[in-house]
């Protein structure tokens, strides 16, 4: 599967973005998708993370109400959509896919493919 994120940029506190994964290669419906994010100078987190059909999601308690996940398995596609930034949130978002089995996962080692990732800076 080939990832390509896109949608960061500068943006205001209490602003909001919204990131866009597109899916290739394979087919999209037979993965889970995540997204996770490594600010400067920290070690990568998971964000969120939404089942192959969209039914299940899971959220870092850091940006949960605030970022919502989503996907549309027509166009291969899935979102980030972020809300109430704050500057903690300033960091490189990744999208990652993993084969579905199970839940979703929050752990980043069992994503097989990942995306270039895409800076977000949110200003204070």
């Known amino acids: 599967v080939q990832l390509q994120a896109s949608g960061g940029g500068l943006v205001q506190a209490g602003g909001s973005l919204r990131l866009s994964c597109a899916a290739s290669?394979?087919?999209?419906?037979?993965?889970?998708m995540g997204w996770f994010r490594r600010a400067p100078g920290k070690e990568r987190e998971f964000v969120a993370a939404?089942?192959?059909?969209?039914?299940?999601?899971y959220y870092a308690d850091s940006v949960k109400g605030r970022f919502t996940i989503s996907r549309d398995n027509a166009k291969n596609t899935v979102y980030l959509q972020m809300n109430s930034l704050k500057p903690e949130d300033t960091a490189v978002y990744y999208c990652a896919a993993c084969y579905r089995g199970g839940s979703p996962s929050v752990k980043a080692y069992e994503y097989d493919y990942w995306g270039q990732g895409t800076l977000v800076t949110v200003s204070s």
């Open positions: 939404i089942g192959w059909n969209g039914a299940i999601t």
């Open positions: 290669g394979r087919t999209f419906s037979d993965y889970h």
